[in-house]
């Protein structure tokens, strides 16, 4: 089976652009989350996507959004980047979440944003 | 939600076993303990799980006391391909908004 695929794996922005990242889940998943890492604040939960509707937020400003399409694949969009938006920004995905345990997440390889 | 807490960094030698303990005081009853890996600029990897008492895997065994306030890791005979950095993760699947902190770095040495 493919693993989760995100791109693309580099992005060099400016301040006040936008940016719009991509992430293909393992075939069959249906749950898509996003995360942020940088050195300072380590992996941060941004947001997760079941079945095209947000399920769970994490804390963080409304300039970062996201959607999931019918076919699972999802898209993370910033806003107005500011300089501390630069990080790794990985995505992963699970089977669905429903059960009681979590589900294993299964990462991508992350993209690098870099905003100048 | 479950905070967690685990020591920032840990170093040991190849070939010898190593126990990476979490602390989650306020663990809730569906909670489970799920622990990840991460090598640098490589997404986290799913390690092992469990809810109570003991857990074995291939890769490592997971140890739950009966208050299931912590959690400890345990890494037999380490190598270099060990150092990475560890995650512990407390929450179910209906309420898990999934908190990994900064984990803690292991590094192996020769």
């Known amino acids: 089976k493919a693993g989760v695929t995100q791109t693309p794996r580099y992005l060099i922005k400016t301040r006040g652009q936008q940016v719009t990242l991509s992430c293909s889940p393992i075939?069959?998943?249906?749950?898509v989350s996003w995360y942020q890492q940088t050195p300072g604040q380590g992996l941060q939960f941004l947001f997760e996507y079941f079945s095209e509707t947000q399920r769970n937020k994490g804390n963080f400003p409304g300039r970062f959004s996201g959607r999931q399409f019918s076919n699972s694949r999802s898209e993370m969009n910033v806003s107005t980047l500011e300089l501390g938006d630069s990080a790794l920004y990985l995505c992963a995905s699970s089977l669905s979440g429903i059960g009681g345990a979590p589900d294993t997440q299964y990462f991508g390889p992350g993209t690098r944003l870099t905003v100048l | 939600l479950a905070k967690t807490t685990q020591p920032i960094s840990m170093d040991s030698y190849e070939g010898q076993e190593v126990n990476i303990t979490c602390s989650h005081n306020?663990?809730?009853?569906?909670?489970?303990i799920t622990w990840y890996q991460q090598f640098p600029s490589q997404g986290p990897r799913f390690i092992i799980q469990?809810?109570?008492t003991k857990v074995t895997n291939e890769v490592a065994s997971l140890f739950i006391p009966a208050d299931r306030k912590s959690s400890t890791l345990s890494l037999p005979r380490v190598s270099l391909s060990d150092t990475a950095v560890y995650y512990c993760?407390?929450?179910?699947?209906?309420?898990?908004?999934?908190?990994f902190g900064r984990g803690t770095s292991l590094i192996v040495h020769p």
């Open positions: 306020n663990i809730a009853t569906n909670d489970y």
């Open positions: 993760l407390v929450g179910s699947a209906r309420s898990y908004i999934p908190t």
């Open positions: 075939s069959g998943h249906r749950s």
């Open positions: 469990g809810y109570k």
